[in-house]
């Protein structure tokens, strides 16, 4: 079974999202961020036809929406959002974009998604990927993100990892308790109700009551 490279974005966030997708499926609801993100999408590819590459710092190309992308050797399978060609013949042809409706930051997670398309578009194509861009939808800015060595080895180690989780039913530690918070996998996870957790609310709740319940 191929592994889709959003399973290594959701891998680095937390490795237990993987094992719950694959291992021991559970009900997810589409929530009104998916709706509003995939919203964002459609209405950015239509944007996207009509203008120019200059925000990416190309002169030319060919842009490609949504393509499937793919690597045998690691049994890796994704869609990229934008793909652009610029069939240079020597020197970097491929461009990866990924596009996210986020609050500005640039995660880690979506740095090494970035990475893996790198290494299928690298395996496809038999050419370098050593730059890919981050396109952040509310700021309408496209970020040029450089794509190391280090983070394509770390994708073939993260890679490595999901396979042991789905072929020995693996259940992994969480990455950060403070994530289960607001986690939506957080019901399922009986050893994430931990005392820091509380600590967290309770502070929240004195908060709240200090800005709205005192002058």
């Known amino acids: 079974m191929p592994i889709n490279i959003t399973d290594i974005k959701q891998f680095i966030y937390c490795p237990r999202v993987v094992y719950y997708n694959y291992v021991e499926p559970v009900p997810r609801k589409v929530t009104f961020k998916m709706e509003y993100a995939r919203s964002q999408h459609y209405e950015l590819n239509q944007k996207e036809k009509r203008r120019t590459l200059k925000r990416y710092d190309l002169l030319e190309g060919k842009r490609y929406y949504g ?50 398309y790198a290494l299928c578009i ?22 040029p993100i450089v794509i190391t ?7 073939r180690k993260v890679t490595s990892m999901i396979k042991k989780i789905i072929n020995e039913e693996y259940f992994p530690e969480p990455r950060s308790k403070k994530r289960c ?35």
């Open 67 to 116: 393509p499937s992308v793919s690597s045998q050797s690691l049994n890796l399978v994704g869609k990229i959002d934008i793909l652009i060609d610029t069939e240079n013949k020597t020197g970097q042809r491929y461009f990866p974009i990924e596009c996210k409706d986020t609050d500005g930051k640039i995660y880690s997670n979506i740095l090494y998604q970035l990475a893996a």
């Open 122 to 143: 690298e395996e496809m194509t038999n050419t370098p990927v050593k730059k890919g861009y981050i396109y952040i939808i509310p700021q309408q800015k496209a970020y």
């Open 149 to 155: 060595d280090e983070q394509k080895i770390y994708v």
């Open 181 to 215: 918070w607001d986690c939506e996998f957080q019901r399922y996870c009986n050893d994430c109700d931990l005392p820091n957790l509380a600590e967290i609310k309770e502070q929240d709740r004195l908060l709240i009551n200090k800005i709205f319940n005192k002058s």
